[in-house]
Structures are given as structure tokens and as C-alpha cells.
């Protein structure tokens, strides 16, 4: 059965340091890759997705970037984090190639930037 | 452009309470659609789901039924629990590979 991981499950880092989250998928190849993020009393916000090795789709411009160095391996950075950056940020993936296709989510990062 | 629109909560209900969550949508075509629980602390998971006009989802005693003349997927159950207690999120795809467009969430609380 597939599963995903997602790394660390909370994370407190000071305005200005850097960040870096990993989620790795299991028992399946070539997903399609998501990062979501969740700030307090909003819904989920879609940052960066990607179909394939090396392939990353931005959706809002901001802080943060994506990168997929393996097949089942997402990463999400940020040379310098800004106050707003705190949320919670999920992992998701999907079958690649295959049209509605549910997301299944990790369970999340709880990042606070102080 | 695409989007989707539910009713914000808390929600409040007592157990054994029938509940209805709305959730209409916004998009070109025939997107999937979807409902996602929250439980705190946790990730999100899928409830159910519909590909299709008239097509109805279920798990655990929940029920979705997609309306394409109303672009409505309201969430409906006919006796909740406490264990129902959490954050219920309504999605739309549109096929492809970008993503869902979700709604805000509706936080739901079930009193004993």
C-alpha cells in the first residue's frame, strides 16, 4: 500500500533563518507531488506542485520554493523565512497520469517563525 | 475562475443530530468532487467522492450527492457523534494534475 511521510511534524524557527521540509512517498511511482499550506482560520492554499522528476508548477508567488531531486521525494525551502510563513503545510500526492485522482495528505508540518 | 464555497462554521450540534454541511462550487466542465476531514493535529483525509452529475459518494454514514444544475455537493448525516468533531473541507478538480481548489473548511463540533 502507499504511504507518505512528512518531516518534521512541528518546527519552530527564528524570522530570517532557513527552512527545509521533506515528504517522501512509498509504494508508488511517478505521483503527481503537492504542497499545500493552512494558515489559522483560512482553507489550504495551493503552493507548488509537480508531475515529475525536476518538474515544479508555482502557483503563488512568495518566499518558498519546491523541488522534486527523486521521484517520490518533495522539498519545500525557504532561504529566508518572513513571519508569515508560519502554517501548516501538507504534503499530498496522486496517481500520476490518471485524470481526478485523489490527493492522499501527509500529515503535516506545524511551522511557527518567531 | 475556479472555486469553491461552504458554509463556515463552528457548527454546532448535539449527538444523534442529523447534519447538513453546503458546499457549492465554481468551474469550467465537470470537475470531480470531494470531502476532506481534518481531525486536529492531523492531515487531511478523503471522506468520499463523485466524478459524475448525479453520481453520490458515501463513507461512515456520510452522504454527497453531486448536483451539477445547483453546482452543489452538500455533505449530509443522519446521526452524528462526537467523533465526528472536526474540520470538513469540500474540493473540485478539474482534471489534470494541478491540484484541488478546496473551500475554507467547516469546523464541526458534536456535543454529547
Known amino acids: 500500500s502507499q504511504t507518505i511521510h512528512q518531516w518534521p511534524a512541528t518546527l519552530v524557527q527564528p524570522v530570517g533563518s532557513p527552512l527545509s521540509l521533506e515528504c517522501t512517498v512509498e509504494?508508488?511511482?511517478?505521483?503527481?507531488l503537492y504542497w499545500y499550506r493552512q494558515a489559522a482560520g483560512r482553507g489550504l492554499q495551493l503552493l507548488f506542485y509537480?508531475?515529475?522528476?525536476?518538474?515544479i508548477s508555482s502557483e503563488v508567488p512568495q518566499n518558498l520554493s519546491a523541488s522534486r531531486p527523486q521521484d517520490r521525494q518533495f522539498i519545500l525551502s525557504s532561504k529566508k523565512l518572513l513571519l508569515s510563513d508560519s502554517g501548516f503545510y501538507l504534503c499530498?500526492?496522486?496517481?500520476?497520469?490518471?485524470?481526478?485522482?485523489?490527493?492522499?495528505f501527509g500529515n503535516g508540518t506545524r511551522l511557527t517563525v518567531t | 475562475g475556479n472555486s469553491v464555497t461552504q458554509m463556515e462554521g463552528p457548527v454546532t450540534l448535539s449527538e444523534e443530530a442529523f447534519l447538513t454541511i453546503n458546499c457549492t462550487y465554481t468551474a469550467t466542465g465537470y470537475p470531480s468532487l470531494f470531502w476532506y476531514v481534518q481531525y486536529p493535529g492531523e492531515g487531511l483525509q478523503l471522506l468520499l467522492k463523485?466524478?459524475?452529475?448525479?453520481d453520490k459518494g458515501s463513507n461512515k454514514g456520510f452522504e454527497a450527492t453531486y448536483r451539477k444544475e445547483t453546482t452543489s455537493f452538500h455533505l449530509e448525516k443522519g446521526s452524528v457523534q462526537v467523533s465526528d468533531s472536526a474540520v470538513y473541507f469540500c474540493a473540485h478538480q478539474g482534471g489534470g494534475a494541478d491540484g484541488l481548489t478546496f473551500g475554507k473548511g467547516t469546523h464541526l463540533i458534536i456535543q454529547p
Open positions: 509504494g508508488t511511482s511517478n505521483p503527481n
Open positions: 499530498a500526492w496522486s496517481v500520476g497520469q490518471v485524470d481526478n485522482s485523489p490527493l492522499h
Open positions: 509537480s508531475v515529475g522528476i525536476g518538474q
Open positions: 463523485a466524478t459524475k452529475a448525479d
